[in-house]
């Protein structure tokens, strides 16, 4: 007697899903592209990224300065110089339709990248390190070891720097011999006074609504030791060369058992 196929209800549904997907066409792809760069005040030069006159032991920070204006953070450190820059030589696209009229879809973007340059400088204003850091989350370590090496002047904190934020609460820092003041933008609501030996911890976070195309405002988190109406993690956003003081007052006020992340 011959035996009667199986019927698999199974084995029904993963070819009708099969045949289905057969019909989909997709792809996604990468290519290389045009390099652009676009710096705080737009569009760059390929010139204004010009790093190889940089030498040690030989090139003035004013040089410097004067060369990679395009690109300065204008974060105020006879001792470091910092610039920063968005490039993109990466595009990425994709597609994806169905064999009928008015069912494919499709989209393509550039690939973006922050780039930084970091030069410290001897008390002669002599350029003695140049670091190029392309990935973000590297520029904070490399920063707070930068200027451990460069020793730039002491911040003069009488009267308190204040540090402008670009965030709605906490909307700026006030920076004391001893502690840092968290200022609220609602008026009613208090101040938060944090003993600045109690940050145990600075971390970055990303930059705001991630934006890659144009550099700008960064975002970071401290943390601390004892919780405060903020919370034990305060996150705040804030030009380089806002972000660029803050470090040095960190270092200069800071515990030294601190981590940099």
């Not at 005040?41 to 030989?58: H, R």
């Not at 395009?70 to 001792?79: E, F, G, I, L, Q």
């Not at 003081?245 to 058992?257: R, V």
Request: charged share 20%; with cysteine.
């Amino acid at each position: 007697m011959e035996q009667q196929p199986v019927f698999r209800p199974g084995r029904v549904v993963s070819l009708i899903t099969l045949g289905f997907c057969a019909l989909l066409c997709s792809c996604v792809g990468a290519t290389r592209v045009p390099v652009r760069a676009t710096g705080p005040a737009g569009t760059l030069q390929p010139k204004a990224l010009d790093l190889n006159f940089v030498q040690t032991g030989a090139t003035q920070r004013q040089e410097v300065a004067h060369q990679l204006a395009a690109v300065d953070t204008y974060y105020s450190n006879p001792r470091l110089f910092w610039a920063r820059w968005s490039e993109s030589r990466w595009g990425y696209w994709w597609a994806v339709g169905m064999p009928c009229n008015s069912c494919m879809a499709a989209d393509a973007h550039r690939k973006w990248h922050f780039k930084n340059f970091l030069v410290a400088f001897d008390e002669n204003g002599l350029a003695t390190t140049k670091d190029t850091i392309t990935d973000d989350k590297l520029l904070w370590r490399a920063l707070h070891s930068r200027l451990l090496q460069a020793q730039p002047p002491a911040l003069a904190l009488s009267p308190p720097i204040r540090l402008s934020l670009t965030v709605a609460d906490p909307a700026a820092i006030l920076l004391s011999k001893d502690q840092m003041e968290f200022e609220r933008l609602d008026e009613a609501t208090p101040s938060v006074r944090v003993p600045v030996s109690n940050v145990i911890r600075f971390s970055h976070t990303g930059t705001i609504l991630g934006v890659k195309n144009t550099p700008g405002p960064t975002c970071h988190e401290l943390e601390l030791s004892e919780k405060t109406i903020l919370g034990k993690k305060i996150k705040f956003c804030a030009t380089p060369d806002q972000i660029g003081i803050l470090f040095q007052y960190l270092q200069q006020a800071g515990s030294p058992a601190m981590k940099w992340e």
